[in-house]
């Protein structure tokens, strides 16, 4: 089944909060799983990525958290910043890599301050 | 380097026009996409290619036609537009569909908002 879903569609977090944003899958042959972040009138970029060899992955204030039992991964934004307001898509790419990658519905972030 | 250049920008139709909905890119990827973005709903692939003269149909190909006679040049035609096909369109490259470190993904155009009334 070739789903990705994503949860929450929206989220509001407090300056230098923590975001968490949550994405499962179905099917096992899924092994790549990219997060990308989309700024207001602008296309989605790659953000940061994970296979499921390692159970978590960071880069800078980003971090993917990954549980291959429970077919989920998700995404945490530590210290979270106005500047991180943006829409973030989780996606992923069964290991044939034959496929284009499938993109979750993605979650709308805001940071008030 | 441009990377990936969608034009226009922006475009009203009336049901039942056509257009074409341009996409270029200047980094020799061989693989291209056309994505469509309505609030809530992600995004939708319409059609994608692998490469000059090859094509196939995405999850939402109906009212969409494509073309790949050149490496850089991806258009997207919308033939007899209807009010459904009011959404944010994204052209994207890639070297593959998968690209891991240091080949950083998709890269994505800015998007074509179209209306059409």
């Known amino acids: 089944q070739q789903q990705v879903k994503q949860s929450p569609q929206s989220l509001i977090v407090q300056k230098g909060g923590i975001s968490i944003i949550n994405c499962a899958y179905e099917n096992t042959a899924f092994d790549y799983f990219p997060w990308y972040q989309q700024f207001p009138g602008k296309g989605p970029a790659l953000l940061i990525a994970i296979r499921p060899d390692v159970s978590e992955k960071k880069e800078g204030r980003f971090t993917i958290s990954f549980n291959k039992s429970a077919k989920q991964f998700s995404l945490h934004i530590m210290d979270s910043q106005p500047g991180d307001s943006a829409t973030y898509f989780c996606a992923a790419s069964p290991d044939s890599g034959n496929t284009p990658l499938v993109f979750g519905k993605g979650t709308r972030l805001s940071v008030i301050a | 380097n441009a990377g990936v250049t969608q034009t226009p920008k922006f475009r009203i139709l009336k049901i039942g026009q056509s257009m074409t909905l341009q996409c270029t890119q200047d980094m020799n990827h061989n693989y291209m996409y056309w994505y469509r973005q309505d609030p809530g709903m992600g995004l939708k692939l319409i059609y994608y290619?692998?490469?000059?003269?090859?094509?196939d149909k995405g999850e939402v190909p109906n009212g969409y036609n494509v073309s790949r006679s050149t490496t850089e040049d991806f258009p997207l035609r919308l033939e007899l537009a209807a009010p459904s096909q009011t959404s944010v369109y994204f052209c994207?490259?890639?070297?593959?569909?998968?690209?891991?470190?240091?080949?950083?993904?998709?890269?994505f155009g800015s998007g074509t908002r179209l209306t059409v009334v």
């Open positions: 994207a490259s890639s070297y593959r569909f998968r690209t891991e470190a240091p080949i950083r993904g998709y890269t």
């Open positions: 290619s692998v490469g000059a003269g090859i094509t």
